[in-house]
Structure formats: C-alpha cells, structure tokens
C-alpha cells in the first residue's frame, strides 16, 4: 500500500456508552472495505482494541488511531477531504471526480459524523456527499461510498497475517487456522 | 410499488438496549435504499417509532412492522431468502443470479442478523451472501447489497408524501418544508 494514496476515516463525535457499536462498525467498515486506517476520538479508546483484534485475527495491514483533536487532522490533512452528510451532493455525481483525483494520487480523508457536525466540517471538505438525502446511517453511507469509489475491487482485497480466514459456503460456516 | 416485486428486510436478533441503535440504522438504510418494508424482533418497538417518523417526515411509502416470530416469517415466505452474513458466498459472485430472479417478479426477504444467528436460517436461504468475508457490519452488508441489487437506481428514487425535502449542496444544509 506504500505507493498508492491513502484512504483514512475520520469518526467525528464519539459519545462513549451512546456511540459505542456505532463507532466500532465505522472502524471494521473502514477496514473490511479497503480504507488503510480509521481515527477515532479520544473517548473511544476501548473500540480501537476491538478493532485491532479483528485485524490481528483477520489480517491487515489496518491502523486504528484515536485524536483528541480531530480538527486539527482536519486542518492538517494535506490531501482531499470528503464529508458524508446527507445535505451534501449526490455520491452518484461526484464520485467520478473523486475517484480521479483519488487515482492521480491524492490522499482521502473521509469523514463521518454521528448526530450533529459543527458547520467548519462542511467548510473544510473538498466533496460534502450524500448517498441519497435521506437520514440513515454514517455505517451504510460509508459502505456504499467506498464500494462505489473502489468500484468493487476492496472485495478481492488479499489480506496478509491472518490468522483465520473465512472460506465461502453455499450454506454454512467455514473457517481455516492458518 | 404495486406491481413490482417486493423487497422486505428482515432484523433478526434485537436485544434491547444493546441493539437499539443498530435496528434503527438497519430500518433507515432499508428505506433509503430501496426496500419496501422492514420486519423488526418483537422488542425493538420503540425503533419501529422512530423509522416511522421519519418516514413521516421524509416520505415513503415504506412500513415497519414487528414480529416475535421470526422464524415463522422464514417459513411462511413465499419467494425467496437471502441471508446476509460474513461466511456465505461473495455478493459479486451471486449478485446477477439474484437480481435476475428478482427482476422476474420475485419477491426478496433480505435477512441480517445480530452477532449470532441459528442455524436454521442459512438453510432456509437461498442464498447466503457475503458482502466481503470479513467481520464488519450488517447495516453496511445491507447497504452495499441494496446498491448493488438495484445497480444505484435506488439514488434516483422519488418519494410521496414527504413534509420536508432535502436540497442537495456543495457545502451547507438545505431543507424544504412542504
């Protein structure tokens, strides 16, 4: 992954308790679907060990980091930086642009939300992006979103030093120790 | 909506208070991409409030409903089950198959569970269906498998009855009351 651009999530405003499984969904989302590295909030500290054990078991390469500033990663981030919110522009007329500019080689920042998002996230993206306007979910957002970017490749996605991988079945459970 | 297939969600498993927010983003991302109805566990019923406000709010149609027989609605479904989890086969590899079918008037049960499902529902799909073999999210399997079945027609949806309308926006919010 050393030579092409990154892909990171940013999970703005973890409440601990309330966003507990919402949060740790943004992260195994972010991963399984081909983004290279999540940042949680500070006060999410106990997600970023679930997440680091489904990568430890599953394979990588994934980095989980938590900020307590995620504005500065927001000022900092030297790339382009997409903002899912269902007041944005439609993902289907934008992602074209967004995956070119992705495929010249600029580093994504894609932000998701909980509830309420301060207004300098909307002024800070590059992209403000709906997939649809209607209220749903950051997870669902952020899954279609990224298989759209990616259009499918992240599901053929080798993963290295896993210790159990999952064999397709038909009907069934299959999983391989390696 | 009437003469063409249905598509029904089906959320196994809610445990209240731990599931509460999950099931609510199940039901959302039913609606917003393109299902036709949600069946929720008997004891998410204040959920089935919320999925219906915004339904209210937004447009439709699209009904909630709760059942505490799961596995009766299994058995009494007359078309055809797809069960979506992490050990079934690649959505990219079934996902015409499906679509086919649904596409000559078959109606879709579309069933995700909590953590843990029974065994009998994988046999009673017809096909178990894996949105990556990874662990991640069954509100993001969901919303990649609609997007997918639908080929992004879902985007483009029109809504009836809604109070208030979303106006798309390169950067801000922008709401239309009815």
Redesign the interface.
Known sequence: MQDSPEIAVLRLGHRPG??E??TT?VG??A???GADRVLLAQGAADRRTTIEN?TDG?GGPFEVETTDEPNRVLCEWQARIVHLT???????EVETEIRSQFEDGMDLLVVVGAEKVQWDV??A?D??V????????E??????FL??LFE?D????E?EDADR??????????IEEQ
């Open positions: 309330r966003d499984r919402m969904h195994l989302t991963r399984a679907l489904v599953f269902m007041y944005g522009l439609p993902v289907q909307y002024e993206a992209w403000n709906a997939v649809t306007n209607q209220p749903h979910s997870v669902a957002s952020l899954a279609v298989d759209r499918g992240e599901l053929d996605r993963w991988v999952v064999v397709p079945q038909a009907e069934g459970k299959r």
